[in-house]
């Protein structure tokens, strides 16, 4: 299958058949995960493959009891190796730096005073396994398999049940399995809406009002 064709294949799934994932298409699917971007070019990312029926069960009842998760065969679980605590960083750190830069100085300056260091550092961390987990769900679709993107989940328990050390926490869940059900059509904003060139000017933008949503953020 071609890249475009797995980008517009991809479907968020809810129901799988009950009908093993290839140990071929597996492979690919946690090697396209491996090969995924990471900050500073060093992955903290892990990869757990979850086939054990009542571990899979126990997943559902701890991702705000969707039942459904489940019925997938395989259930990839996103795990990542949080960094050491901000707050106990050197000023001059570049982790902080870049940070700063992006969210403000005031608003690094809360979190590192915040009394839940654990729940602190997950904030941190919890988008590093995003585009691991992308390349799962492309690398799925490619292979005619089916995915669903999990973040409802208690990551305190999933973590717990899946044994992750102290330093490992499990912020997302991808169940993935033949599909057993067929999606609706997908309903997406024009191009034309989601796309700007150079700034941002809603008067240029074709299909657009000027005046209305000009404050929306994409």
């Known amino acids: ?44 990312t892990y990869l ?42 050197a000023k001059d750190d570049f982790f902080l730096q870049v940070n700063t830069d992006r969210f403000g100085r005031d608003l690094i300056e809360y979190l590192n005073a915040f009394p839940d260091r654990r729940a602190a550092r997950l904030l941190w961390d919890t988008g590093a396994a995003l585009i691991p987990g992308e390349h799962v769900a492309l690398a799925a679709t490619a292979h005619g398999l089916a ?20 330093g490992i926490a499990c912020t997302f869940l991808v169940p993935i399995g033949y599909p057993d059900e067929t999606p609706a059509e997908k309903t997406l904003r024009p191009i034309e809406e989601c796309v700007f060139y150079d700034t941002w000017n809603p008067d240029a933008r074709a299909g657009r009002n000027p005046g209305v949503g000009d404050e929306e953020v994409l």
């Open 147 to 166: 995915s669903c993107w999990i973040g409802h989940l208690d990551i305190a328990k999933v973590s717990a049940l899946l044994g992750l050390p102290d």
């Open 1 to 44: 299958m071609e890249f475009m064709d797995a980008v517009l294949a991809r479907r968020s799934i809810r129901r799988f058949a009950p009908k093993a994932v290839p140990e071929g298409a597996l492979a690919d699917i946690l090697e396209a995960a491996r090969h995924a971007p990471s900050s500073g070019g060093v992955s903290s």
């Open 48 to 89: 757990g493959v979850v086939r054990d029926e009542s571990i899979r069960r126990s997943l559902a009842a701890a991702s705000g009891g969707q039942e459904w998760i489940a019925t997938a065969p395989v259930i990839i679980a996103l795990c990542t190796r949080l960094n050491p605590d901000p707050a106990t960083m």
